[in-house]
């Protein structure tokens, strides 16, 4: 009989990342397993301790996890599997008995001080904020005494016996993290005809490398969804270029552009193919799952006088 599957998340317990775990089909009957930090994640997944690994890759406020990004990039490597996304609400809570004019310090992960801080500025504006490895270590710490507060979900709260005393916190109510399962290379799941592939990839530094990156993609009809570039850690000036694109590896289109890139690219990295977890064109999104999926239209003539409005205004000092 086949052991369960362990799979790792950023923990401790009651973290978004393991909310997002639960959505996905391998955790229905797998062993979920705390894991300190995204990079410990990563890691553990590397050397066998778990059999994949889930963890933020980017926020609709905040953009893209650096120590994830930075992570997947590195030897040996590792794909995505599956993708969750997970609106994000948070709670400010304490300890039973504390109100909010007792709080001098409260804690939270960084993206989740960063989707509050106009909220703590008007609210708590004496605390002391401090940074911590993630939101349900936040709320530990606000259960042990060691902060008076913590900005984190109402699991945490559950989870640590602790009072929530306030309630969708957010800056930018609607906000969606979106969570990637990590594991070691291995065939990609059978196309679904709503998938994503992502890749990362270095080009040589010339004018116009980047532009016939993107065209080999374009004129094989491939919607690039995301690019986001981070530095390349020991080359100064050079940066990884990580794209996100609407297809499957299987397919004949996505397959001639990776062989494409492969020639164009001084490195490329396939980081997996996987079905999609925003709403297919025509879809109903699911509450706090994101906006519906737009498909894009043809500029009409109007669209083209207003383009030159806005910048002959910019070529004047008008317009912004």
């Not at 990342?17 to 959505?23: F, G, K, N, S, V």
């Not at 933020?56 to 599997?81: F, H, K, M, Q, S």
Request: one cysteine or more.
């Amino acid at each position: 009989m086949p052991s369960r599957l362990r799979l790792g998340f950023l923990g401790p317990n009651a973290t978004f990342t393991e909310q997002a775990l639960r959505t996905l089909p391998a955790a229905a009957d797998a062993e979920l397993v705390p894991i300190a930090g995204a990079p410990a994640v990563l890691a553990a997944v590397r050397d066998g301790s778990v059999d994949a690994g889930c963890v933020p890759i980017e926020n609709t406020v905040e953009g893209a996890v650096p120590p994830v990004l930075d992570g997947l990039v590195e030897e040996p490597r590792l794909v995505i599997a599956e993708e969750a996304r997970v609106a994000v609400r948070f709670s400010l809570m304490g300890r039973p008995g504390t109100g909010t004019g007792d709080i001098t310090t409260v804690a939270s992960h960084g993206h989740g001080i960063a989707q509050t801080r106009e909220w703590l500025a008007a609210n708590l504006p004496g605390a002391e904020v401090r940074v911590t490895s993630s939101t349900a270590e936040a709320a530990a710490q606000a259960a042990r005494g060691e902060v008076d507060a913590a900005v984190a979900s109402p699991l945490a709260a559950q989870r640590h016996g602790l009072a929530v005393l306030a309630e969708d916190v957010a800056d930018n109510p609607g906000a969606v993290t979106r969570f990637v399962l990590l594991t070691r290379p291995g065939p990609p799941p059978v196309p679904t005809g709503w998938d994503r592939t992502t890749l990362v990839a270095t080009t040589p530094n010339q004018p116009g490398t980047l532009l016939g990156l993107l065209t080999e993609l374009t004129v094989r009809g491939i919607d690039l969804t995301r690019i986001e570039s981070r530095p390349v850690k020991d080359r100064h000036a050079q940066y990884w270029f990580h794209l996100d694109c609407s297809g499957h590896v299987a397919e004949p289109a996505m397959g001639e552009a990776l062989a494409a890139l492969y020639r164009r690219c001084d490195r490329l990295i396939y980081l997996g193919s996987f079905a999609r977890s925003d709403p297919a064109p025509g879809d109903v999104t699911p509450a706090g799952t994101g906006s519906p999926v737009v498909p894009l239209r043809t500029p009409t003539a109007d669209d083209h006088a207003t383009s030159e409005r806005w910048l002959d205004a910019i070529r004047r000092g008008t317009g912004t």
